[in-house]
């Protein structure tokens, strides 16, 4: 028997079936060790060493592979073809070399680039070492990740209260973001005017040109620059006459992209399919470790994490089959394409991600797929055979037209392009990222010296625009150019960003938080080569190093933390006002942005002499007046947030600003709107418990005004009446958001429901769907996804959305998901394992302290008179400790002095 080991269950129950009887096939379910998160994980005064421990479902999975290799004839490490992979089977090897069961038994490592038979039994004849290099280079990462994090962050929460975790790769793109924001901000729009001639052959055909000279000289884009030229050239344009100077055509070809690697599925995926990094990932490993097709397991794509964009010949050949098949021989080029990366630090050693059969169409496997499954494999086989077939045939058609008017000389311009040949465009053109289509239509046939008719002039203004905001598809894209990261950290590393509140998405695109602004000045203002593009390049570059055994991986840790430890303790040094100083200066363009009308920006709108600037208090920032206490206006810190005369201040953490909005008609008290720590909301009236009401996702505080107050402070409001019970259905806004409610029943509103205007038709069909089990919302439970009946027990099992994260559960027993399982992809098999192994670990810790707690609770029961004296002695014990509280900062006083 050979113990085979992978990383998922899916891909073990695959490569089980292939294999057959003599392989027991385990799967690892990803890491099963890591660094603790605590400090002296990564000791560097011990030459970086690195402390590992086994994690709580590791230690079950080691144990199980510990038990299956007792008698085994080898082990084989099958783990992914990547760093990740090569020290998941190193984690596995060292853990089993400390239970001491590995002896003599010999260890093969075996990678594969797709789950299919033939690919795994290939490599199971191809054995060899643990790649040592690629696992250096893996501790190097963990190392530097760790290092930045927990000696970076604790200087983030003193420095700013309320920031979060800085990372190493996630600081640089978090920059990446603010600088492009900053960038919009600072934006100047210039005008500049086009002037377009509606032109007539001879024919009657009809065309557009462009003035692009007059009197000898080029007219670029920006050369006309207000209405006073533009109406000049207008004028002489509409006394002119027309005729065509110059036809050139000229034959041009298109050629194909390659196929994907995992930045462009990603950019692809996003713009094609709306999916988000994360999103395309989890579908892709889907896809890989293998799907139902017919009652057959079958791995659909080639390896998810890859640089290279070349593939295998035998899968040239077999798009090339297809092509010539389903589109004809003309779409076959006379030789296969070969492509190579222009990424930067790129990593060739995989194929680029494509279909395991070429031959296996889209229409063909689509009823066995969810449809987001289906869409992205559909993606990916036609990216595929699209990079081996014919070139577009083009032909771009140039006419230059020249304007007479008197003794003047005006230059037009028509362009045109036509497809004689689509080649690869009849399957696959590649979306574009804030870029217009530049392919035009037909000029009609002309020739030169041939009169042009003028039917209209048309003189039209227009600013330039600053650059857009990165969706998170050129991010991706920009962080890939600048070899930022590596295609395994891309959907992390924006996740992250996403959960630290430090970007939110609107409109698909990435917008920074005001937290994500901070931490961003502090860390250019004070750690400014750590952020820099060409200094986290540079260390990739050095890992990618040390992986081809060119340097050693400690020397690499040794130079960073001589000078990173050195820029830390600066830090310790910084007094408040000069973290102020700094993040005033480099954020002042977001906080304190120009008017307009030339009046200081930074003056206090209350006093009118004070001057504003950042201020850092208990829960964060917020803006602040110069005069306080005298003045207490305070704001937050982006200029459209609430503006009004606040109570705060940086002592008492800077409780936010209030906007008066009006009178309530019916009570006669003020309305107002505040921002809070939780975000702004609206207020009736003063007193201990006034009305108050948050905004709805979506809304900004410059969109209420009176009326939208009222409405939102008139919450919970009666919308409709139950159709069966009679009993009101009642919308209102809690702290999950929107939602509807009838009785005990919750339903959530989705996400384009109003909270303020929704109808009693919506609301009844929520609250009906929630009641037949359906829809989302909040009753007793997330009912869940259903994966089917346990074939042990017979129960069915779920997976659901817990507290913790995703879960699955039989109704007894519950297993949390691991990180790098999906809940939109988890299957039964799958979860019948996460189960077997919490059953087996017995219960939890808490669970059983919780079932401990009452039997301890009747042991240690004191007699009355015990606590009669308790009760006598607290106010004594709580005068000592305000005493002692008191004299605490006297003697820390003392102790600095």
Not at 384 to 389: F, K, N, R, W
Not at 471 to 486: D, H, P, Q, T, Y
Not at 777 to 800: C, H, M, N
């Amino acid at each position: 028997m050979k113990v085979l080991v992978v990383e998922s269950p899916a891909k073990a129950k695959t490569i089980n079936k292939y294999l057959g009887k003599d392989y027991e096939v385990l799967a690892s379910f990803g890491h099963i060790r890591d660094l603790p998160a605590k400090d002296g994980s990564v000791d560097p005064e011990a030459d970086f060493r690195m402390i590992w421990t086994l994690e709580d479902r590791g230690s079950k999975r080691v144990s199980e592979i510990a038990k299956a290799i007792k008698g085994a004839e080898k082990l084989i490490l099958a783990t992914d073809p990547d760093r990740e992979g090569e020290a998941i089977s190193w984690h596995v090897v060292e853990a089993l070399r400390e239970k001491r069961v590995l002896k003599d038994l010999p260890v093969e490592r075996v990678t594969f680039n797709a789950i299919t038979k033939d690919a795994v039994q290939t490599a199971l004849r191809q054995p060899r070492e643990i790649d040592q290099a690629l696992v250096d280079a893996y501790l190097a990462r963990r190392a530097l990740d760790y290092l930045v994090g927990f000696t970076l962050s604790p200087v983030l929460w003193r420095k700013l209260p309320g920031a979060r975790s800085a990372g190493r790769v996630q600081s640089v793109a978090l920059r990446l973001v603010c600088d492009r924001e900053l960038e919009i901000e600072t934006f100047k729009p210039r005008e500049y005017w086009s002037l377009i001639a509606t032109l007539a052959t001879k024919d009657g055909a009809v065309f557009d040109a462009r003035l692009v000279g007059a009197d000898g000289k080029k007219i670029q884009r920006l050369d006309i620059g207000n209405g006073k030229d533009a109406e000049a050239f207008k004028k002489d344009l509409e006394l002119a006459t027309f005729s065509v100077a110059n036809i050139e055509a000229k034959p041009a070809k298109r050629h194909p992209y390659p196929p994907f690697t995992t930045s462009t599925l990603q950019q692809e995926a996003s713009r094609k399919l709306g999916l988000a990094p994360a999103q395309t990932m989890r579908i892709a490993q889907r896809l890989y470790e293998g799907v139902d097709i017919g009652g057959e397991t079958v791995g659909l794509i080639t390896y998810m994490r890859t640089d290279g964009v070349d593939m295998a010949p035998e899968a040239v050949q077999s798009a090339r089959r297809v092509i010539g098949k389903e589109y004809g021989d003309r779409y076959v080029p006379g030789a296969p394409r070969k492509y190579s990366t222009k990424a930067k630090n790129a990593q060739e050693a995989h194929e680029a991600i494509r279909p395991t059969d070429m031959s296996r169409l889209p229409k063909h496997v689509s009823k066995y797929l969810e449809p987001e499954q289906a869409r992205l494999y559909d993606l990916i086989w036609t990216r595929t055979i699209a990079s081996q077939m014919e070139s577009a045939e083009l032909e771009r058609t140039t006419a230059d037209i020249t304007a007479q008017v008197g003794p003047r000389k005006l230059d037009l311009r028509a362009t045109g392009q036509v497809i004689k040949f689509d080649g690869f465009l009849t399957l696959y053109n590649e979306s574009k990222d804030d870029e217009a289509d530049e392919d035009e239509g037909r000029l009609p046939p002309m020739k030169a010296g041939d009169p042009l008719e003028r039917r209209r002039i048309n003189a039209s203004q227009h600013f330039t625009e600053p650059p857009p905001r990165y969706s998170e598809a050129s991010l991706v894209k920009r962080m890939e150019e600048l070899g930022i990261g590596r295609p395994s950290t891309y959907a992390a590393v924006l996740q992250t960003l996403r959960d630290r509140e430090y970007v939110k998405i609107e409109k698909k695109r990435l917008v920074p938080e005001d937290k994500g602004r901070i931490v961003t000045a502090f860390l250019e203002s004070f750690f400014r080569r750590y952020v820099e593009y060409d200094f986290t390049a540079d260390l990739e570059e050095q890992l990618d190093r040390i992986s081809n055994s060119e340097i050693d991986w400690k020397q690499v840790l040794r130079d960073f933390w001589r000078d990173f430890s050195a820029a830390i303790g600066e830090t310790k040094e910084l007094r408040m006002t000069e973290v102020l100083d700094a993040l005033n200066d480099l954020l002042g363009p977001h906080i304190f942005p120009d008017k307009g009308d030339g009046s200081n920006p930074r003056t206090c709108p209350t006093c009118g002499t004070g001057q504003l600037s950042l201020k850092l208090g208990k829960f964060g920032s917020f803006i602040g007046c110069s005069n306080y206490p005298e003045c207490k206006y305070t704001r937050q810190l982006a200029a459209s947030g609430v503006e009004g005369e606040g109570d705060g201040s940086s002592e008492n953490g800077g409780q936010p600003g209030v906007k008066v909005l009006g009178t309530d008609p019916e009570t006669g008290l003020e309305v107002t709107l505040r921002d809070g720590r939780f975000g702004p909301f609206v207020q009736l009236g003063e007193g201990e418990k006034p009305k108050r009401s948050s905004l709805p996702k979506g809304m900004t505080p410059a969109q209420v005004d009176l009326e939208k107050a009222l409405k939102l402070l008139a919450l919970p409001r009666q919308v409709a009446t139950h159709p069966e019970s009679g009993e009101p259905i009642l919308v209102s806004i809690g702290r999950y958001g929107p939602y509807v409610q009838h009785g005990k029943v919750y339903a959530n509103l989705g996400p384009g429901d109003d909270v303020l205007e929704i109808g009693a038709n919506r609301a009844i069909d929520l609250i009906v769907t929630k009641e037949s089990g359906g829809g989302g919302g909040r009753r007793a439970a997330d009912p869940g996804r259903p994966l089917g009946d346990d074939p042990e027990s017979g129960k069915p099992i779920v997976v659901k959305a817990g507290r913790f994260g995703p879960y699955v559960t039989d109704g007894e027993t519950n297993a949390t998901l691991p990180r790098a399982m999906a809940a939109e992809a988890v299957t039964l098999e799958e979860a019948v394992e996460l189960l077997k192994a919490r059953r087996a670990a017995g219960p939890s810790k808490k669970a059983a302290r919780g079932r401990k707690a009452p039997a301890k609770k009747a042991a240690t029961k004191a007699p009355a008179a015990k606590k009669t004296a308790a009760k006598k002695a607290a106010p004594k014990k709580a005068a000592a400790k305000k005493t002692a509280a008191k004299k605490a900062p006297a003697k820390k006083a003392a102790k600095a002095g």
